[in-house]
């Protein structure tokens, strides 16, 4: 009786320090505000997907995919794994996509991790080039484009284009943020023609803007 006593009453003083050791899994949450600038609000209804790549294999899955409520507010919680990185991807239809990249030395499980970007909406600007003139094989247009979107699928990027020679007839289809200034000059030394010109691009739209020399 005595030996089951003494067993009961190590069990009792035992089992408090069992439950203290066992420690609750780590989790990380990654959690922000995507923005949309183009009209001042937050980026409601685009699909947002976290994904997370292995340190060991470089195998790649999904942590989690969640809809922009509308503040354009997303929130991933999930359990610490031997991850390298995470990949965060929103997409919204007519909008530039988001690709970042947040490795895992950036995030902590001690708190909120804040991860807030923006994005615009997609806009184009078509110049429609006619050389109207008479056909000439010295003739030359130069347009210069050095204030607008780059680094996307469809930007024209900044810098100067020639368009050389007689029957020009040609489109320049450029990609910009919507509600936002396309800037750019263009000229033709052969008349003295000098233009500095530029649009404000409409959201979702495409603006024609026709240079004939």
């Known amino acids: 009786m005595k030996k089951a006593l003494f067993h009961f009453t190590l069990i009792i003083l035992v089992l408090p320090i069992l439950i203290a050791c066992k420690k609750d899994p780590l989790e990380f949450t990654?959690?922000?505000?995507?923005?949309?600038?183009?009209?001042?609000?937050?980026?409601?209804?685009?699909?947002?997907?976290?994904?997370?790549v292995d340190a060991n294999t470089g195998d790649v899955r999904i942590v989690g995919e969640s809809t922009l409520n509308a503040s354009g507010d997303y929130s991933f919680t999930f359990l610490r794994e031997r991850d390298l990185k995470f990949y965060l991807k929103v997409?919204?239809?007519?909008?530039?996509?988001?690709?970042?990249?947040?490795f895992?030395?950036?995030?902590?499980?001690?708190?909120?991790n804040i991860f807030n970007y923006?994005?615009?909406?997609?806009?184009?600007?078509?110049?429609?080039?006619?050389?109207?003139?008479?056909?000439?094989?010295?003739?030359?247009?130069?347009l210069e484009i050095y204030e607008a979107k780059t680094?996307?699928?469809?930007?024209?990027?900044l810098g100067q284009r020639f368009f050389n020679g007689a029957n020009i007839d040609t489109n320049l289809y450029c990609a910009n943020n919507g509600n936002q200034y396309y800037k750019f000059i263009y000229w033709v030394p052969e008349i003295s023609l000098v233009v500095f010109d530029s649009l404000i691009t409409t959201p979702f739209d495409t603006l024609d803007y026709v240079i004939e020399y």
């Open 91 to 102: 997409e919204k239809d007519n909008y530039f996509p988001i690709d970042e990249t947040i």
């Open 104 to 112: 895992f030395s950036e995030i902590t499980t001690e708190n909120d």
């Open 30 to 52: 990654i959690k922000g505000n995507i923005y949309d600038e183009s009209f001042n609000q937050g980026l409601e209804n685009a699909q947002v997907t976290l994904t997370a």
């Open 118 to 142: 923006t994005t615009h909406a997609k806009a184009f600007i078509n110049f429609k080039i006619k050389n109207t003139g008479a056909s000439d094989p010295n003739d030359q247009l130069k």
């Open 151 to 157: 680094g996307c699928e469809s930007c024209c990027g």
